[in-house]
């Protein structure tokens, strides 16, 4: 099995309800996996697989909300949509606030239903890919070195090298050889490339400034 596949995975404890779900994607060539509880889902779903999930609301172990909040607080955040034949608005505002994908109606236009599958599957792909990407940058600024992190945050802040040799107390070339390893750990050629990586890795842009001493000290509004 490709785990790399995306996968719809079909969580309703209506036996009848599941198996069409299950004969509509399969109907497609989509992979798909049918659980009847909340509990056997988690029992054997790994995060790192891609694709889906398809909830109904009431199920006996756990409510489908329920089961999003949980992941939600376990960090996975793989695309939810609800398929109820209970559906009311404080049920749909409620999963809505917990991060669901969708909320409809049983039984949903077959095609509608596809489209969003389709799109939440996307969705899961690409937020995937940012998250591999945003790790790969932490990772990269975790090598700096102290001076290093202290001088990545004045580049940031517009400041030149001749700025910044005065400010540490340092000669021009020691900041121009700080800032060549900058930018070689972490992957860039420019300060334009260099600002996207950090703001795609999640770097706060004005959560700190270094003091005069070198000490990045944490900024006051």
Same mark, same amino acid.
């Given at each position: 099995m490709d785990r790399l596949?995306?996968?719809v995975f079909i969580i309703d404890g209506d036996a009848n309800d599941r198996q069409a779900l299950h004969r509509l994607m399969e109907s497609v060539r989509l992979r798909v996996e049918g659980y009847s509880t909340t509990d056997s889902f988690l029992k054997g779903y790994d995060r790192h697989r891609p694709g889906?999930?398809?909830?109904?609301?009431?199920?006996? /172990?756990?409510? @489908? !909300?329920?089961?999003?909040?949980?992941?939600?607080?376990?960090g996975i955040c793989i695309p939810? %949509?609800?398929?109820?034949?209970?559906?009311?608005?404080?049920?749909?505002?409620?999963?809505?606030?917990?991060?669901?994908f969708d909320f409809l109606e049983k039984p949903a236009h077959e095609q509608y239903l596809l489209d969003q599958i389709h799109?939440?599957?996307v969705q899961d792909a690409r937020s995937r890919r940012e998250e591999?990407?945003?790790?790969?940058?932490?990772?990269?600024?975790?090598?700096?070195?102290?001076?290093?992190?202290d001088i990545l945050a004045e580049i940031v802040a517009?400041?030149?090298?001749?700025?910044?040799? /005065?400010?540490? @107390? !340092?000669?021009?070339?020691?900041?121009?050889?700080?800032?060549a390893n900058?930018?070689?750990? %972490?992957?860039?050629?420019?300060?334009?490339?260099?600002?996207?990586?950090?703001l795609r890795g999640g770097w706060d842009?004005?959560?700190?400034?270094?003091?005069?001493?070198?000490?990045?000290?944490?900024?006051?509004g």
């Open positions: 596949e995306p996968t889906c999930l398809i909830l109904e609301v009431r199920i006996k /172990s756990r409510s @489908g !909300v329920d089961l999003l909040r949980r992941l939600r607080g376990e939810a %949509i609800f398929l109820t034949r209970y559906g009311d608005i404080p049920l749909a505002v409620q999963a809505m606030r917990e991060g669901a799109a939440a599957i591999m990407e945003r790790r790969e940058i932490v990772k990269r600024l975790e090598t700096l070195s102290e001076r290093e992190k517009g400041k030149t090298n001749k700025a910044m040799a /005065s400010q540490f @107390g !340092v000669a021009v070339k020691t900041v121009e050889f700080h800032r900058i930018m070689k750990k %972490i992957g860039v050629g420019n300060v334009a490339e260099l600002v996207c990586r950090l842009l004005c959560e700190s400034r270094p003091t005069g001493d070198g000490r990045r000290a944490r900024s006051r």
